[in-house]
């Protein structure tokens, strides 16, 4: 199999690529504006890459897409921050680009992959989120901050016309707040800039306060990442067709906490980690309550919980996740706390 993965060197990207090449005899041609995410992988002979854009590489993209057996564009802005800062740039990159990279699968008819999301969902008041029978209930045109969310939607919804009008192959996956290491790069992780996990992790080896929006008392489904790719990998298998023309969600419900409860789990696991000489460094760390204007914009609004149903993953791809939340934590703080420290070496610099 021949599997072209756009954003080869993001976080799905990058150890999609690292499993696929560890674990099966396909070949990947990745295409992303930097390869530092990639490590080894880079000089497996089965990895085929070029450093580029997607707005710009159109006739390599093209060529690879009429040449590989499945594409997976995983191009994206998912950043809080720059949805309610930057909505014109979202549109742009999220939908302008990725609506591109779609109509040329069809037009070579190579099946797609693509990476959805459950921001979809947005507000829906449905306890658990299904992905054929739940409502997408966003708010007002004013707060920008749903602008990646409708991306997404419109995106997943001409993929399911095309499905319906000319039968054309695809599968959807809603990833449900993966974590890992390689999420998002400590250094880069400002307020808003990251995703929850980095940002609370870089506050605390900043000795920042951590930040919580709202009070942190919003529910999110933490899922490691080993469990998403393991699920990734058997849907680009797609053995027997079942997941053609399918909406998968990839989470784990039993990993539902408040994003207070995140902050304290966090802050417990620096406490105990053996390379951290001193204690000190995650006792002292402040909680600090602030509003979503404060901390995002006016263009913000909030979600309190997000619970998959992963019924259909089961169901169809016999899959289940592995990880607890904390073991999750844990796997990436350690990873952080690793880089951080070869990155204090070379500054002269020691975490205590």
Same mark, same amino acid.
């Given at each position: 199999? !021949?599997?072209?993965?756009?954003?080869?060197?993001?976080?799905?990207?990058?150890? #999609?690529?690292?499993?696929? =090449?560890?674990? +099966? $005899?396909?070949?990947?041609?990745?295409?992303?504006?930097?390869?530092?995410?990639?490590?080894?992988?880079?000089?497996?002979?089965?990895?085929?890459?070029?450093?580029? $854009?997607?707005?710009?590489? /159109?006739?390599?993209? &093209?060529?690879?897409?009429? +040449?590989?057996?499945?594409?997976?564009?995983?191009?994206?802005?998912?950043?809080?921050?720059?949805?309610?800062?930057?909505?014109?740039?979202?549109? &742009?990159?999220?939908?302008?680009?990725?609506?591109?990279?779609?109509?040329?699968?069809?037009?070579?008819?190579?099946?797609?992959?693509?990476? @959805?999301?459950?921001?979809?969902?947005?507000?829906?008041?449905?306890?658990?989120?299904?992905?054929? +029978?739940?409502?997408?209930? #966003?708010?007002?045109?004013?707060?920008? *901050?749903?602008?990646?969310?409708?991306?997404?939607?419109?995106?997943?919804?001409?993929?399911?016309?095309?499905?319906?009008?000319?039968?054309?192959?695809?599968?959807?996956?809603?990833?449900?707040?993966?974590?890992?290491? *390689?999420? $998002?790069?400590?250094? %880069? @992780?400002?307020?808003?800039?990251?995703?929850?996990?980095?940002?609370?992790?870089?506050?605390?080896? /900043?000795?920042?306060?951590?930040?919580?929006?709202?009070?942190?008392?919003?529910?999110?489904?933490?899922?490691?990442?080993?469990?998403?790719?393991?699920?990734?990998?058997?849907?680009?298998?797609?053995?027997?067709?079942?997941?053609?023309?399918?909406?998968?969600?990839?989470?784990?419900?039993?990993?539902?906490?408040?994003?207070?409860?995140?902050?304290?789990?966090? !802050? !417990?696991?620096?406490? !105990?980690?053996?390379?951290?000489?001193?204690?000190?460094? %995650?006792?002292?760390?402040?909680?600090? $309550?602030?509003?979503?204007?404060?901390?995002?914009? &006016?263009?913000?609004?909030?979600?309190?919980?997000?619970?998959?149903?992963?019924?259909?993953?089961? %169901?169809?791809?016999?899959?289940?996740? *592995?990880?607890?939340?904390?073991?999750?934590?844990? *796997?990436?703080?350690?990873?952080?706390?690793?880089?951080? =420290?070869?990155?204090?070496?070379?500054?002269?610099?020691? =975490?205590?």
């Amino acid at each position: 199999m !021949k599997v072209l993965i756009l954003g080869v060197n993001g976080f799905i990207g990058s150890h #999609l690529s690292e499993r696929i =090449l560890r674990e +099966k $005899d396909w070949d990947v041609y990745g295409l992303d504006i930097g390869f530092d995410k990639l490590g080894t992988v880079i000089k497996n002979p089965r990895f085929h890459f070029v450093e580029g $854009d997607i707005t710009i590489n /159109r006739e390599w993209i &093209e060529y690879n897409i009429k +040449k590989c057996d499945v594409v997976l564009p995983l191009v994206a802005i998912a950043t809080p921050a720059t949805y309610v800062k930057n909505p014109l740039r979202v549109f &742009e990159l999220d939908f302008e680009a990725n609506l591109a990279v779609i109509k040329s699968a069809v037009k070579y008819n190579t099946r797609v992959v693509f990476p @959805s999301t459950s921001e979809v969902y947005g507000m829906c008041t449905d306890e658990v989120f299904d992905e054929d +029978k739940s409502n997408f209930i #966003l708010g007002p045109t004013s707060k920008q *901050r749903w602008i990646y969310s409708c991306c997404k939607q419109l995106l997943d919804r001409v993929l399911w016309a095309y499905g319906f009008e000319r039968n054309f192959h695809f599968s959807i996956f809603r990833p449900y707040n993966w974590v890992g290491p *390689r999420l $998002d790069s400590i250094a %880069a @992780s400002k307020e808003g800039s990251s995703r929850v996990v980095t940002q609370f992790i870089g506050n605390i080896l /900043r000795d920042e306060p951590i930040k919580l929006v709202n009070g942190g008392h919003q529910k999110r489904c933490f899922l490691y990442i080993d469990d998403g790719i393991d699920c990734l990998i058997r849907i680009i298998e797609n053995k027997n067709d079942a997941c053609n023309k399918q909406i998968i969600n990839i989470g784990n419900p039993k990993n539902n906490i408040t994003i207070k409860e995140l902050a304290v789990r966090i !802050k !417990k696991i620096f406490e !105990k980690h053996p390379l951290v000489k001193s204690k000190r460094l %995650a006792r002292k760390v402040r909680i600090e $309550d602030v509003s979503q204007d404060q901390f995002y914009g &006016e263009g913000y609004q909030d979600v309190t919980f997000r619970v998959p149903s992963i019924k259909k993953a089961k %169901a169809l791809l016999g899959w289940a996740p *592995r990880y607890d939340v904390d073991t999750a934590l844990t *796997r990436t703080i350690d990873h952080y706390v690793k880089e951080y =420290l070869e990155n204090s070496k070379r500054c002269g610099k020691e =975490l205590r």
